[in-house]
């Protein structure tokens, strides 16, 4: 079957560079110039999220024109004020937040506490909620994700415009309507990402999502640094959402996230740390003076439903100083009881292992 086959890799094992390039890359900004294209697409997904929470405050009335980003395609849409209600969080929800689906069995994160704090019920001044599809391929991740927020405005980006061209056709909608929320948008990633952070770190957007759903793994080793993970634009990719979701066929790919992550998340709290006050006297460090925090070892084992599982402990940093976060990582194998893009159904129909990391940031 197309697309179906497993991957196959000369590395058998985590890269053996992955500590050294992550720590690299954790300590330097990527300054690559922002092509000209990609901030003309930005402009036109700003533009979506700006008339989607317009249109939300006055309520729909008359047909609304749909534009697909980069794409020469429109789809009308007749909507009623009903349709706009905000979600409803009980109280497991707001313990759990957007996990709380995925401990049911769900591999879909479920509406609840970061709907709410990351701007679904924002004030005027308050930050927009966006969430994002990475990569999103022909579209139809985008659609599962805009049907579980149809509060917030869901982008889906790509490169590919000949994929994008596939979005929101009817063998995706299954009949139903195209949710009024799902946009896509033809864009480089990398450049999509430093102009989104850039909007959050301003306070104009929040992400409470973010989906990073089967990337291209890179396999041969001579091609690792091309791997989000271990390119220089990772420490951006963490910084944007509240959740970050990546899944992938390939276990290795997915243990290399997980541990990544922990190591950005350690390089930024020693740099803080060491900005703030020091090189701390009673903190263990390295050679070059970042405090060493401590983890647990990477365990995998088997969780109650069969399914194996990455346990990372969750990191904190020093307490007492302005940059206390926590950052929760949590990598498995998982069986979609849906699946959600063209290529996970076919990787689960050729009865492949699929992985997924979790990845949760808490102020």
């Known amino acids: 079957m197309p697309g179906a086959n497993s991957v196959t890799s000369n590395q058998?094992?985590?890269?053996?560079?992955?500590?050294?390039?992550?720590?690299?890359?954790?300590?330097?900004?990527?300054?690559?110039?922002?092509?000209?294209?990609?901030?003309?697409?930005?402009?036109?997904?700003?533009?979506?999220?700006?008339?989607?929470?317009?249109?939300?405050?006055?309520?729909?009335?008359?047909?609304?024109?749909?534009?697909?980003?980069?794409?020469?395609?429109?789809?009308?849409?007749?909507?009623?004020?009903?349709?706009?209600?905000?979600?409803?969080?009980?109280?497991?929800?707001?313990?759990?937040?957007?996990?709380?689906?995925?401990?049911?069995?769900?591999?879909?994160?479920?509406?609840?506490?970061?709907?709410?704090?990351?701007?679904?019920?924002?004030?005027?001044?308050?930050?927009?909620?966006?969430?994002?599809?990475?990569?999103?391929?022909?579209?139809?991740?985008?659609?599962?994700i805009a049907r579980r927020y149809p509060n917030i405005p869901v982008i889906g980006i790509d490169k590919s415009g000949m994929r994008l061209t596939k979005a929101g056709n009817p063998a995706q909608t299954a009949g139903e309507d195209l949710p009024r929320n799902a946009f896509w948008i033809?864009?480089?990633?990398?450049?999509?990402?430093?102009?989104?952070?850039?909007?959050?770190?301003?306070?104009?957007?929040?992400?409470?999502?973010?989906?990073?759903?089967?990337?291209?793994?890179?396999?041969?080793?001579?091609?690792?640094?091309?791997?989000?993970?271990?390119?220089?634009?990772?420490?951006?990719?963490?910084?944007?959402g509240c959740v970050t979701e990546l899944r992938t066929n390939w276990e290795i790919y997915a243990r290399e996230f997980a541990k990544a992550a922990r190591i950005v998340f350690e390089e930024r709290a020693g740099i803080a740390t060491k900005e703030l006050y020091g090189t701390p006297s009673n903190c263990r460090t390295r050679n070059n003076g970042f405090p060493t925090l401590r983890f647990e070892e990477d365990k995998v084992e088997d969780d109650e439903r069969g399914n194996r599982l990455l346990r990372l402990r969750s990191a904190q940093t020093p307490a007492g100083t302005t940059t206390d976060a926590e950052m929760t990582i949590k990598c498995e194998s998982f069986d979609p009881i849906t699946p959600e893009t063209a290529f996970e159904r076919k990787y689960k129909e050729a009865g492949q292992e699929l992985w997924r990391v979790l990845i949760t940031a808490s102020p």
């Open 186 to 240: 033809r864009a480089e990633l990398l450049d999509f990402w430093r102009l989104a952070l850039e909007r959050v770190q301003a306070g104009e957007w929040t992400i409470p999502y973010h989906a990073v759903y089967y990337p291209n793994p890179w396999p041969k080793q001579s091609e690792a640094t091309r791997r989000f993970h271990m390119h220089p634009i990772f420490p951006t990719l963490l910084a944007l």
């Open 12 to 144: 058998e094992t985590l890269h053996k560079d992955l500590e050294e390039v992550v720590r690299k890359y954790a300590r330097t900004t990527f300054l690559r110039p922002i092509a000209d294209h990609t901030r003309e697409a930005f402009a036109e997904a700003e533009e979506f999220v700006r008339k989607f929470y317009e249109a939300r405050n006055i309520g729909w009335g008359k047909p609304q024109p749909l534009w697909l980003g980069h794409i020469h395609t429109r789809v009308w849409m007749q909507h009623s004020p009903s349709e706009v209600v905000p979600p409803r969080c009980s109280e497991d929800d707001i313990e759990s937040g957007v996990t709380r689906g995925m401990d049911n069995g769900d591999p879909a994160p479920a509406q609840g506490r970061d709907d709410v704090e990351c701007g679904v019920t924002a004030t005027r001044n308050a930050p927009r909620a966006v969430i994002l599809d990475s990569g999103c391929g022909t579209g139809e991740s985008t659609i599962h």
